[in-house]
């Protein structure tokens, strides 16, 4: 059962007097809105008289009043605006029930409202409109954690994490800022989409359910499709299917998926993530590259004007032409050590003198990683193409054209985080079935994180596919980039949280301990 308050309580029996009055809380009627606060505020002008029959709704946020006229603030979608709510204006005639029992006792701040007037300017300077006509439009039945200051001391901030996440939609009533982070998210995916319209790729969509999941190195999460009676993953990547498509015939693809990995979580990852994956044929990564530098500096303008960002300490500028370091001098730069050519043992022993935390499933690939990961990745800040990575790190990346041992990819680092990871894709079947079988190897090993073998992927490309680039970004961090942000939470309206029910059973059991 619901647990309520005091004030919660009595809300609800100001519901119940609503309906004796005859008064519909919840009306289904549509509402005829002609206007926003930002317009009003944006487009009044008082020597044309103008804005004289307004219709505006939101959410009532303060209510001051003063006998027989009163002003109240509403919120909308784009802001607040100074509401005038004159007794004799609302109830014209003998009947002042409207003003003096619902908007002087009934009403309550958070509830949703229509105000139908016109723009004026207040004897203190205040734009407002002034209502002839009130109507309730759904009233809320909980108290919104309005801000409150009292001798310096702020009461009632709604700015508990934990709280935020979980009831996002208060977050955005009381913490309009919010709001603006998702807007810019919403214009990020927006500028990318028409920058990857511009160049003529398709965007695309390739399933969610898949019997095989593949494109990456990650636990999947696994389901059972009952009427196939088989068990299907949800994907860890789309990249498999989009190169498919190029195989197909397609010049260039994208889509913005949502993936699943079922590994931990923290300020940068979670569980369910979106990831564009877009494919490019006839192009590699070095063309790649500069495609990146240009869409990455178009959507730092579009969102904040300018290719200078402030993320965190750092101002990271997206504009110009990135660096590009080949991830063995990363680690000769920053570690100090000389990997080229070692062998599986010889890593061992360089991460045990390193100090480099590793685990006995690990291959050459990961343990590479995990010098890089430990040494070098934090001190890269500016935007930087690490280029040239170990065929044992990149299962699904053409080799590199001059040395064998590697394979044309890069991943892009910004503020020491990874942004994207792109290839100049393998399409030779007999190799790729190879890398596959030495994933089978590691996965036997104890790797729960290493691919499984994709056989009709193998038999598409032994079809042919055309020499290929394509890369993989995450929108979560490029947003948390764009907006300043520093946890991943912060970037998702709903990041997966654990149940209420269960956070309250461990606190009563520590209590209890």
Same mark, same amino acid.
């Given at each position: 059962m619901a647990?309520?308050?005091e004030?919660?309580?009595?809300?609800?029996?100001?519901?119940?007097k609503?309906?004796?009055?005859?008064?519909?809380?919840?009306?289904?009627?549509e509402?005829?809105?002609?206007?926003?606060a930002?317009?009003?505020?944006?487009?009044?002008?008082?020597?044309?008289?103008?804005?004289?029959?307004?219709?505006?709704?939101?959410?009532?946020?303060?209510? /001051?009043?003063m006998?027989?006229?009163?002003?109240?603030?509403?919120?909308?979608?784009?802001?607040?605006?100074?509401?005038y709510?004159?007794?004799d204006?609302?109830?014209?005639?003998?009947?002042?029930? $409207?003003?003096?029992?619902?908007?002087?006792?009934?009403?309550?701040?958070?509830?949703?409202?229509?105000? %139908?007037?016109?723009?004026f300017?207040?004897?203190?300077?205040?734009?407002?409109?002034?209502?002839?006509?009130?109507?309730?439009l759904?009233?809320s039945?909980r108290v919104?954690?309005?801000?409150?200051?009292?001798?310096?001391?702020?009461?009632?901030?709604?700015?508990?994490?934990?709280?935020?996440?979980?009831?996002?939609?208060v977050?955005?009533?009381?913490?309009?800022?919010?709001?603006?982070t998702?807007?810019?998210?919403?214009?990020?995916?927006?500028?990318m989409?028409?920058y990857?319209?511009?160049?003529?790729?398709?965007?695309?969509?390739?399933?969610?359910?898949?019997?095989?999941?593949?494109?990456?190195?990650?636990?999947?999460?696994?389901?059972?499709?009952?009427?196939?009676?088989?068990?299907?993953?949800?994907?860890?990547?789309?990249?498999l299917?989009?190169? /498919?498509?190029?195989?197909?015939?397609?010049?260039?693809?994208?889509?913005?998926?949502?993936?699943?990995r079922?590994?931990?979580?923290?300020?940068?990852?979670?569980?369910e993530?979106?990831?564009?994956?877009?494919?490019?044929?006839?192009?590699?990564?070095?063309?790649m590259?500069?495609?990146v530098?240009? $869409?990455?500096?178009k959507?730092?303008?579009?969102?904040?004007?300018?290719?200078?960002?402030?993320?965190?300490?750092?101002?990271?500028?997206?504009?110009?032409?990135?660096?590009?370091l080949?991830?063995l001098?990363?680690?000769?730069?920053y570690?100090?050590?000389?990997?080229?050519?070692?062998d599986e043992?010889?890593?061992?022993?360089?991460?045990?003198?390193?100090?480099?935390?590793?685990?006995p499933? #690990?291959?050459?690939? %990961?343990?590479?990683?995990?010098i890089?990961?430990?040494?070098?990745?934090?001190?890269?800040?500016?935007?930087?193409?690490?280029?040239?990575?170990?065929?044992?790190?990149?299962?699904?990346?053409?080799r590199?054209?001059?040395?064998p041992?590697?394979?044309?990819?890069?991943?892009?680092?910004v503020?020491g %985080?990874?942004?994207a990871?792109?290839?100049?894709?393998?399409?030779?079947?007999?190799?790729?079935?190879e890398?596959?079988?030495?994933?089978?190897?590691?996965?036997?090993?104890?790797?729960?994180?290493?691919?499984?073998?994709?056989?009709?992927?193998?038999?598409?490309?032994?079809?042919g596919?055309?020499?290929?680039s394509?890369?993989?970004?995450?929108?979560?961090?490029?947003? #948390?980039?764009?907006?300043g942000?520093?946890?991943?939470?912060?970037?998702?309206?709903f990041?997966? $949280?654990?149940?209420?029910?269960?956070?309250?059973?461990?606190?009563?059991?520590?209590?209890?301990?």
């Amino acid at each position: 059962m619901a647990e309520y308050s005091e004030q919660e309580l009595i809300r609800r029996e100001s519901l119940a007097k609503l309906r004796e009055l005859g008064i519909e809380p919840y009306p289904a009627a549509e509402y005829p809105v002609n206007a926003t606060a930002a317009q009003i505020l944006a487009e009044y002008d008082p020597e044309k008289g103008n804005l004289q029959e307004v219709c505006i709704a939101g959410r009532l946020m303060s209510r /001051r009043i003063m006998g027989a006229a009163s002003f109240g603030e509403l919120q909308d979608e784009t802001g607040r605006i100074q509401v005038y709510v004159k007794r004799d204006e609302i109830c014209p005639g003998e009947d002042k029930t $409207m003003y003096n029992t619902v908007w002087k006792k009934l009403l309550d701040i958070g509830d949703i409202v229509g105000i %139908k007037g016109f723009a004026f300017i207040t004897q203190t300077g205040q734009l407002s409109v002034h209502a002839k006509e009130l109507t309730l439009l759904s009233k809320s039945l909980r108290v919104l954690p309005i801000v409150k200051e009292q001798d310096g001391q702020v009461f009632d901030a709604f700015t508990d994490p934990e709280l935020r996440y979980r009831q996002r939609y208060v977050d955005l009533i009381v913490n309009p800022q919010v709001r603006e982070t998702f807007v810019k998210r919403a214009k990020i995916i927006a500028t990318m989409r028409e920058y990857f319209n511009a160049a003529g790729c398709l965007e695309v969509e390739t399933p969610i359910l898949q019997g095989i999941p593949g494109g990456a190195t990650a636990r999947p999460f696994v389901t059972h499709h009952n009427a196939l009676d088989i068990p299907l993953y949800l994907r860890i990547a789309n990249e498999l299917y989009l190169k /498919r498509l190029i195989v197909g015939g397609y010049s260039g693809v994208y889509e913005f998926a949502k993936d699943f990995r079922n590994e931990g979580m923290d300020k940068t990852h979670n569980p369910e993530f979106t990831c564009m994956e877009i494919y490019v044929a006839y192009k590699d990564y070095n063309w790649m590259m500069q495609f990146v530098e240009t $869409m990455l500096a178009k959507v730092s303008t579009a969102v904040n004007g300018t290719t200078k960002v402030k993320i965190g300490e750092n101002e990271v500028d997206f504009g110009g032409t990135y660096r590009r370091l080949p991830i063995l001098d990363a680690i000769r730069e920053y570690a100090g050590v000389d990997v080229k050519g070692m062998d599986e043992e010889q890593l061992r022993a360089t991460c045990k003198r390193l100090n480099v935390e590793i685990e006995p499933s #690990m291959g050459k690939g %990961k343990l590479i990683d995990a010098i890089f990961g430990t040494y070098c990745e934090d001190k890269l800040i500016q935007p930087t193409f690490i280029i040239d990575y170990p065929v044992e790190m990149s299962p699904l990346t053409k080799r590199h054209r001059t040395d064998p041992t590697l394979t044309e990819r890069f991943e892009l680092f910004v503020c020491g %985080k990874e942004l994207a990871n792109a290839y100049s894709e393998l399409n030779d079947p007999i190799d790729q079935l190879e890398r596959f079988e030495e994933q089978a190897r590691l996965k036997s090993k104890g790797d729960d994180e290493a691919m499984y073998i994709d056989m009709d992927f193998v038999r598409a490309l032994e079809y042919g596919m055309p020499p290929t680039s394509g890369l993989g970004m995450g929108i979560d961090r490029l947003t #948390m980039f764009m907006t300043g942000q520093t946890t991943i939470q912060d970037v998702l309206f709903f990041p997966q $949280m654990r149940p209420e029910k269960v956070l309250k059973k461990e606190n009563k059991d520590q209590t209890d301990q």
